[in-house]
């Protein structure tokens, strides 16, 4: 009888203690969610600015669209925009953080929030857009074909039996393997690789968006674009997480206000003019986020 006498306070203090780290636990829990809560309930603007950055993917190694110059710094027409979104949403152009993706990555840096944008010559296609959320566009493009002028390429029917080489994740590589699937394709993750792939004769012609190879081909005698446009008219936009609509009416408000000063043009002045001359800029430009 002493025994479970001695016994009943003994339950009665862990009751108790179990019932206080339950309510602490559940204390826990309860500010924990909150701050959660709280956490989700910022807008992503809100976030960004927070944050004092916004992360843009870019390309590295897509002169001159993305890529990073002799002393380490990103240049290139969709750097120059990217740095005027960054200016115009947290006061400094130098807030834009780049975050080097190559074609194949685009889409996964947004949906694992490694970027807020990108502004990677982002082709607009019916596929992408179950994946992300573009934005208005800046830029007209289409594919080309490049070869050697010893052996041009001047129809894709010419480049059956032969191998046509492609950036992954481009839609070079999503038409021609939906179009011409008899056409042997020679892939590769990096813009570098496809060029040193038909300089070396691996391969007899690259198809990619014709901005990049017409670039590539003046300034690397020896090679022709004799493909100027292959699969009709498509468009670059910036483009965001799927449903992210706060950061995506941004962009598109952005991209009218920029209109009308006719900033694009200036980005391709600054930035492209030097390749294409003026020739090309009606033929490339988007005023407004909107075709004409």
Not at 237 to 259: Q, R, Y
Request: proline letters at 2%; glycine letters at 8%.
């Amino acid at each position: 009888m002493k025994k479970f006498k001695k016994i009943i306070p003994l339950v009665v203090i862990a009751t108790l203690a179990l019932g206080l780290f339950a309510g602490c636990k559940s204390e826990s829990t309860d500010t924990s969610a909150k701050n959660s809560n709280e956490t989700n309930s910022k807008s992503t603007i809100e976030e960004i600015k927070e944050r004092g950055k916004i992360r843009i993917g870019v390309f590295g190694d897509k002169n001159p669209f993305g890529y990073v110059d002799e002393n380490g710094v990103n240049q290139g027409f969709d750097v120059y925009i990217a740095r005027r979104f960054a200016k115009d949403l947290l006061g400094d152009e130098s807030k834009a953080e780049f975050v080097l993706v190559d074609a194949a990555s685009r889409v996964a840096y947004l949906e694992s929030n490694k970027v807020d944008i990108i502004m990677a010559n982002f082709t607009v296609t019916e596929e992408r857009k179950q994946k992300v959320d573009f934005a208005n566009p800046y830029m007209k493009v289409s594919l080309g074909i490049v070869s050697t002028e010893s052996a041009p390429i001047t129809s894709v029917e010419q480049l059956k039996g032969k191998k046509a080489i492609v950036a992954k994740g481009t839609t070079a590589e999503t038409y021609l393997t939906k179009n011409y699937p008899e056409i042997e394709q020679l892939k590769f993750e990096q813009y570098t690789e496809i060029f040193e792939a038909l300089k070396d004769g691996r391969g007899d012609a690259i198809v990619n968006d014709n901005t990049e190879v017409i670039a590539w081909a003046k300034q690397n005698p020896g090679f022709i674009v004799g493909v100027t446009s292959l699969g009709g008219q498509d468009t670059i936009a910036p483009a965001v997480k799927k449903g992210n609509k706060e950061l995506l009416d941004w962009i598109n408000d952005e991209l009218a206000e920029l209109g009308k000063e006719k900033f694009i043009s200036k980005a391709y002045d600054e930035t492209l003019a030097h390749v294409y001359g003026d020739e090309y800029k009606e033929s490339l430009v988007i005023e407004g986020g909107k075709l004409e």
